[in-house]
């Protein structure tokens, strides 16, 4: 998925991002003992707008959900606030992708613990709308 593309490249292109989370930014889910803090994106729905005069648009919107885990609330709230600078209100090209408009939809955190063990990890998110060109 193209918005998908997109999201990652833009977070990783940031040197900032990269200093806090290095390249540790992965679709769908994070491979077994990877070291903290890191991302997972997935994409939660597409709409896809169709005109009477043209049918498929090709605008899709997509909602994308960003879960930062990382050892301390501190910094979750550290990688979240980048986030929010490098993504809310992006337009421009990323992965060769044309993104028209990124807004940020929701945030959430609560406290997590690792299977079958007493260690807690924080665990936020993050929603992004964001609304590329199709080719």
Do not use: W
């Not at 070291?35 to 729905?45: C, F, G, Q």
């Not at 550290?78 to 600078?85: A, E, P």
């Not at 939809?105 to 060109?133: A, C, K, M, N, W």
């Amino acid at each position: 998925m193209s918005a998908s593309k997109a999201l990652r490249a833009r977070l990783v292109d940031d040197a900032t991002m990269t200093g806090l989370v290095g390249t540790r930014i992965y679709p769908g889910r994070a491979p077994q003992n990877v070291k903290l803090p890191y991302i997972v994106y997935h994409r939660i729905s597409t709409v896809r707008a169709a005109t009477l005069d043209v049918g498929n648009a090709k605008v899709p919107e997509v909602r994308m959900q960003c879960d930062v885990i990382a050892a301390t609330q501190a910094e979750v709230e550290t990688i979240l606030s980048r986030m929010r600078v490098v993504m809310d209100n992006f337009r421009g090209t990323s992965a060769g992708v044309t993104v028209l408009g990124v807004s940020v939809d929701d945030e959430q955190d609560q406290p997590e613990f690792y299977e079958g063990s007493d260690t807690v990890f924080y665990h936020s998110s993050l929603d992004f709308s964001i609304i590329y060109r199709e080719a």
